[in-house]
C-alpha cells in the first residue's frame, strides 16, 4: 500500500495496518516490543491516535483470544503459557485482552468453568480491553502497555491446538451447575477436613485429617458411580486441567497422577503447556484436585522443615534434594492412596453387600475411552529421576506420615 492509499484509510484503518505491519515483522525476524511501540505511538500526531491502537489492540486481542478457546485453550492454561514464556507486563496484558474476549457473554452464556477463569483474570488486572486499559495514560505508559500487548498477541496468535474440555463460551451445550457445588456438604467436610490438615504442625493430626478427607472422597465416588449405574444422574467422563507450578513441575506432575490413579482418573502432562489434563467422572475431577492441592502444600511444608541440604564438597544440593523428595513423596503417596480406596470399598461392600467390582471397573473403562478420545496418539513418559538419597528418604517419610489409612469405620448412611 502506498502513502496516498494508507493517507485515505480512516483513522482506524491506518492504525489497524500499523499494527499488523509490526505483527508481520515479528514472523520474519526478532524485534525490540518497545521500540516497535514507540514507532507506533510516534506513527500519527492526531490526537485521537492512542484511542484508534487501543480499538485495534481490543479488535486483535479479541480475535486472537477466541482463536485460542477455540484451540482448546482456556483463560487459566492461557495465563499459565504467558507466565512461563513471556514478561510480567506481556502476561498482564494477554490477561486484559482476554478479560476484554469475554465481556461479549452473558453469565448464563459462560459454564461455570469459565466464570471461575473469567474472575480469575478479574484479579490479575483491573481492566477489561486495551481501550480501558490505556485510558488516561501518558505516553511513555501507553508505549508500555503497547510493547506489552504486542508480545502477547503474537504468543497467543501461536499457541498450539489441543483437546478441548469445555464448551466454548456461548455454546448452546452450557449447562450451569456443571461442577460440583461449591455448597455441596460432601465437599464442604472434605475441604474443611484438608484446611485443618494443612494448618497443624501435628503429623498425627495432619495424617487423621487428610485420611479421614480420602475416605469421605471414596465413599462419595462410590455413591456417585451407584447413582449413575442405577440411571440416576447418569454422566459421561468430562476433562480438567491443573496448573502445575513451578519449580520442580515433573515430581508435582506425578504427585497429581498418583492422586488420580488412585480416585478412578487418568492424568496427562503436557510440560510445554505447564498443567496436566485430568480425565474422570466429574465428582472424582473435583476430589482429586482439592486432594492434590492440599497434598502438595502438605509435602511443601514438610520439605521446606528439612531446610537446605549441602553436600560434603559445600556444593548446595537444595534443588536435586526437593527434586527427590517430592518424587519419592509422590510415589510413596500413591500407594497410601490406592490402600485407603481400597479399604474404603471393601468396608462399603462388606457394610451394604454391594458387589462394586463391576460398578467401579464400568467407570474405569469409560474414562480410558474418554482418555483415548482425547489423546489417540499418547505415550507415557519417564518419571523423575531419584539423584538425591537423603531427599529420597526424607520424601518417603514424610509420605508415610501423611499415610491415608481411614481413622475410623465407614457406616452406611
Known amino acids: 500500500m502506498n502513502q496516498d492509499e494508507l493517507d485515505a484509510l480512516p483513522l482506524a484503518g491506518?492504525?489497524?495496518y500499523a499494527v499488523l505491519g509490526v505483527l508481520q515483522e515479528a514472523q520474519r525476524t526478532r524485534i525490540d516490543w518497545v521500540d516497535a511501540a514507540s514507532d507506533l505511538e510516534a506513527a500519527s500526531a492526531d490526537p485521537d491516535w492512542p484511542a484508534a491502537l487501543a480499538g485495534v489492540f481490543d479488535e486483535l486481542g479479541g480475535d486472537a483470544a477466541l482463536r485460542a478457546w477455540e484451540w482448546g485453550w482456556m483463560p487459566r492454561e492461557a495465563m499459565s503459557a504467558?507466565?512461563?514464556s513471556l514478561s510480567a507486563e506481556a502476561m498482564?496484558?494477554?490477561?486484559?485482552?482476554?478479560?476484554?474476549?469475554?465481556?461479549?457473554?452473558?453469565?448464563?452464556?459462560?459454564?461455570?468453568?469459565?466464570?471461575?477463569?473469567?474472575d480469575e483474570l478479574a484479579d490479575t488486572v483491573p481492566h477489561a480491553g486495551m481501550a480501558k486499559a490505556s485510558h488516561g495514560l501518558g505516553r511513555w505508559d501507553r508505549i508500555v502497555l503497547w510493547g506489552a500487548t504486542l508480545e502477547a498477541l503474537q504468543l497467543l496468535n501461536t499457541l498450539p491446538k489441543i483437546p478441548k474440555v469445555e464448551p466454548l463460551p456461548g455454546d448452546l451445550r452450557i449447562t450451569h451447575g456443571i461442577g460440583i457445588a461449591e455448597s455441596s456438604r460432601v465437599y464442604e467436610k472434605i475441604r474443611a477436613l484438608l484446611a485443618k490438615a494443612e494448618s497443624t504442625d501435628s503429623d498425627a493430626e495432619a495424617e487423621a485429617f487428610t485420611a479421614k478427607a480420602q475416605q469421605l472422597i471414596a465413599r462419595h465416588s462410590i455413591n456417585e458411580a451407584l447413582l449413575s449405574e442405577a440411571g440416576q444422574g447418569k454422566r459421561?467422563?468430562?476433562?480438567?486441567?491443573?496448573?502445575?507450578?513451578?519449580?520442580?513441575?515433573?515430581?508435582?506432575?506425578?504427585?497429581?497422577?498418583?492422586?488420580?490413579?488412585?480416585?478412578?482418573?487418568?492424568?496427562?502432562?503436557?510440560?510445554?503447556?505447564?498443567?496436566?489434563?485430568?480425565?474422570?467422572?466429574?465428582?472424582?475431577?473435583?476430589?482429586?484436585?482439592?486432594?492434590?492441592?492440599?497434598?502438595?502444600?502438605?509435602?511443601t511444608a514438610a520439605m521446606t522443615?528439612?531446610?537446605?541440604?549441602?553436600?560434603?564438597?559445600?556444593?548446595?544440593?537444595?534443588?536435586?534434594?526437593?527434586?527427590?523428595?517430592?518424587?519419592?513423596?509422590?510415589?510413596?503417596?500413591?500407594?497410601?492412596?490406592?490402600?485407603?480406596?481400597?479399604?474404603?470399598?471393601?468396608?462399603?461392600?462388606?457394610?451394604?453387600?454391594?458387589?462394586?467390582?463391576?460398578?467401579m471397573r464400568q467407570r474405569d473403562e469409560r474414562v480410558d475411552a474418554r482418555t483415548t478420545e482425547l489423546f489417540p496418539r499418547l505415550k507415557l513418559g519417564r518419571g523423575t529421576r531419584i539423584t538425591n538419597y537423603e531427599g529420597h528418604i526424607a520424601g518417603l517419610e514424610a509420605a508415610d506420615k501423611a499415610r491415608l489409612t481411614a481413622p475410623e469405620p465407614i457406616t452406611r448412611r
Open 14 to 16: 491506518r492504525a489497524r
Open 82 to 84: 504467558l507466565r512461563k
Open 92 to 118: 498482564r496484558a494477554g490477561a486484559i485482552m482476554m478479560r476484554g474476549q469475554l465481556t461479549r457473554y452473558h453469565d448464563h452464556q459462560l459454564s461455570d468453568r469459565w466464570l471461575a477463569h473469567r
Open 236 to 299: 459421561e467422563p468430562e476433562a480438567l486441567r491443573v496448573i502445575i507450578e513451578r519449580p520442580y513441575e515433573q515430581p508435582k506432575s506425578e504427585l497429581l497422577a498418583q492422586i488420580a490413579d488412585a480416585n478412578h482418573c487418568r492424568s496427562v502432562y503436557w510440560p510445554d503447556g505447564g498443567f496436566t489434563t485430568l480425565i474422570g467422572d466429574r465428582a472424582d475431577l473435583r476430589s482429586v484436585e482439592l486432594l492434590y492441592n492440599s497434598l502438595l502444600v502438605q509435602a
Open 305 to 359: 522443615r528439612v531446610g537446605s541440604i549441602a553436600a560434603k564438597r559445600g556444593k548446595s544440593q537444595t534443588r536435586s534434594f526437593r527434586q527427590s523428595f517430592l518424587a519419592s513423596f509422590a510415589m510413596r503417596i500413591g500407594e497410601r492412596l490406592r490402600e485407603s480406596a481400597a479399604d474404603t470399598e471393601r468396608e462399603y461392600t462388606a457394610a451394604t453387600g454391594t458387589d462394586l467390582v463391576p460398578v
